[in-house]
Each structure stands twice: as structure tokens, then as C-alpha cells.
């Protein structure tokens, strides 16, 4: 690099396009740091969604007359709405002391799927029963 003489004064001359260069490579790799950052806050972003769910279902199913096919027909409806994923694996068992609800969601993030992607939340509470 130089600077110029003549017309060009006071400007920078590139010598064989290696600012170019450098300059495209710089964008390319805060691109690419960008969607990995997006990326990551998606996941954590649903990773919390799907704990919020589950543990709402888990307290339906663990009230008094709270039915566990109910609370689990919730938690799937309620997971496609709000995170949109069509992979979903979920339940929600009770026992005489206790109600357990899971969820596995596969996340589709924006930007390019690299790997697949799956979050998931286990919430046990202690089951509510009349006196």
C-alpha cells in the first residue's frame, strides 16, 4: 500500500487487491460469528419456553381432578403453537405422590442447520390431593 501521486492524491493505492481481500474475509467471519450467536440464543431462548410449558403442565396434572392425558394433549398443542416445531416427544405420568412431565423439542434456530438440535425439560412435582 502507498499513497498515491498525481490524481490519486491523498488517497490509498492497493497494491494486488490484498485489502480487498482481507476486508471480504473480516465481513465473512462476523457473518459468520453473528449467526452463531443468533444461534445460540435461539436455543436458550426455547430451552426456556419448553421448561415454562412443562412445568405448567406438571402443575395442571398435579392439581386436584387435573387429568394427565389433558395436561399432556396441552403441553403438545402448546409447544407446536408457540415454538412451531413439529418434532415433539412429551408426557406426563402421575403416580399416588407424585406428577412428572417431560418434553423433547427439536430446534430449528435461523441460519444454516448444521447439526440437528433438540432441548428438553423433566419436571417433577409433588401430586395435590384432597384431605
Known amino acids: ?5 498525481g490524481r490519486a492524491r491523498g488517497h490509498v493505492l492497493l497494491s494486488r487487491g490484498s485489502a480487498t481481500i482481507e476486508g471480504i ?3 465473512a467471519i462476523g457473518f459468520l460469528l453473528l449467526a452463531a450467536v443468533i444461534q445460540v440464543v435461539a436455543v436458550i431462548s426455547t430451552q426456556h419456553r419448553v421448561e415454562a ?3 405448567t403442565a406438571a402443575e395442571e396434572a398435579a392439581a386436584v381432578g387435573g387429568a394427565p392425558d389433558e ?3 396441552w403441553l403438545r398443542s402448546t409447544i ?3 415454538i412451531g416445531s413439529g418434532a415433539i416427544e412429551s408426557s406426563v405420568t402421575r403416580t399416588a405422590t407424585e ?3 417431560r418434553a423433547r423439542v427439536r430446534v430449528i434456530p435461523p441460519g444454516p442447520h448444521l447439526f440437528p438440535i433438540h432441548v428438553g425439560a423433566r419436571v417433577t412435582l409433588a401430586r395435590i390431593v384432597e384431605p
Do not use: C, K, N, P
Request: net charge negative.
Open 99 to 101: 406428577v412428572t412431565a
Open 71 to 73: 395436561a399432556e394433549a
Open 25 to 27: 474475509a473480516s465481513i
Open 53 to 55: 410449558i412443562v412445568m
Open 80 to 82: 407446536a403453537d408457540v
Open 1 to 5: 500500500m502507498g499513497v498515491g501521486r
